[in-house]
């Protein structure tokens, strides 16, 4: 007998059903396979720790089916050896199915190295979403504003090709596919491992993978999506972590350099970065760091998205000690306060 999903508080605010069906056992795990039989697109998000990265481990794989039901399957990963999770990668590796996902980059490394599992067919809306800014017409002040508020550098930000990634609730703010405002509690990211699970930690997983998929409809409807070029583009940009996690500092929230564009380079000058290991025409290197990998390959010559990461990065680690003051700062007055009150002093 196949378990009922759960309800989901979402469905009562939207005009799409949604359910969630959490796979933990054996039977649900073997239900939620038989379900997903026959379906040719799905949207897929990972939780877990430090995704992708040295020391990673994944939590939850949630799945949603495009058009053939309004469930969203996740599957619990602590509670399954991987031969048992053979099906679901079996879904996973086919390439006559269409994997929907927002950033899939930490998500491929993670099942890759973690799992020996190779996602195929690959679709990343992270990208689309990008394309739609230039399909709607925002320019360069839009690309400024964005950047400025990652602490990019000046240098970076005058390059036209310096991208800002954007983030998924964030997207669906943006192209407005809620029919109204709603608030997404926030996960505590370092609780992923520890069972049983939360509510709020089984509603942000359901909920992200909803969210690709009503922003996939909304592309779609938009013509933001070109069947023809994004998929081999999504594959390329997911599998950027094939050959090793990334380290902790590797991470940041731009675009990779001249990845939407044409990359010829100029008789052929072309040489690779070596923090992102793609090979890279001039113009995608600052001059001192084209010299650099030119002369000395692997030792440090760095593409213009990856060495404005520091400074992306040194940038949002002094934002957030700045948060963490405060808050320790509201803490205290707090308890000041209350200690106050409790001997009877004047505030």
């Not at 089984?202 to 592309?219: K, M, N, S, T, W």
């Not at 970065?273 to 995608?284: E, F, S």
Request: positive net charge; aromatic residues 8%; glycine residues 8%.
């Amino acid at each position: 007998m196949i378990p009922s999903p759960v309800s989901f508080p979402l469905a009562a605010t939207m005009s799409t059903p949604h359910e969630v069906l959490l796979c933990d056992t054996v039977q649900t795990l073997a239900n939620a396979i038989e379900r997903l039989r026959g379906v040719t697109s799905i949207g897929m998000d990972c939780e877990g720790q430090n995704l992708g990265i040295t020391g990673g481990s994944l939590s939850i794989l949630a799945l949603r089916p495009i058009g053939k039901d309004e469930t969203t399957y996740l599957f619990d990963f602590l509670y399954f050896s991987d031969a048992e999770l053979r099906p679901l990668f079996d879904i996973l590796e086919d390439e006559a199915i269409l994997k929907l996902v927002w950033d899939g980059r930490q998500d491929f490394s993670e099942l890759i190295h973690g799992h020996n599992v190779e996602l195929r067919n690959v679709l990343d809306l992270q990208l689309a979403d990008i394309i739609s800014r230039i399909m709607r017409g925002l320019g360069h002040v839009d690309r400024m504003k964005r950047l400025k508020g990652c602490g990019c550098p000046a240098w970076a930000i005058k390059n036209p090709s310096v991208q800002r990634l954007g983030w998924l609730k964030g997207a669906v703010d943006e192209h407005s596919v809620l029919p109204g405002p709603m608030t997404k509690e926030k996960a505590d990211h370092d609780k992923w491992l520890l069972r049983p699970l939360s509510p709020t930690q089984i509603e942000y997983a359901a909920r992200d993978v909803l969210f690709i998929d009503l922003l996939y409809r909304h592309f779609i409807a938009h013509n933001y999506i070109d069947m023809q070029t994004l998929p081999a583009l999504s594959m390329e940009y997911v599998t950027a972590r094939r050959e090793r996690r990334a380290g902790a500092t590797e991470t940041h929230g731009l675009l990779p350099i001249c990845f939407l564009e044409n990359r010829s380079g100029k008789n052929g000058e072309f040489t690779k970065c070596y923090a992102c290991w793609r090979y890279l025409p001039k113009r995608a290197f600052m001059d001192d760091q084209w010299d650099t990998a030119v002369r000395m390959p692997g030792a440090g010559g760095r593409c213009i998205s990856c060495f404005a990461r520091a400074r992306c990065n040194a940038f949002m680690k002094r934002a957030h000690c700045r948060y963490e003051k405060r808050q320790k700062d509201k803490g205290e007055t707090e308890e000041k306060k209350q200690k106050q009150e409790r001997d009877g002093l004047p505030k």
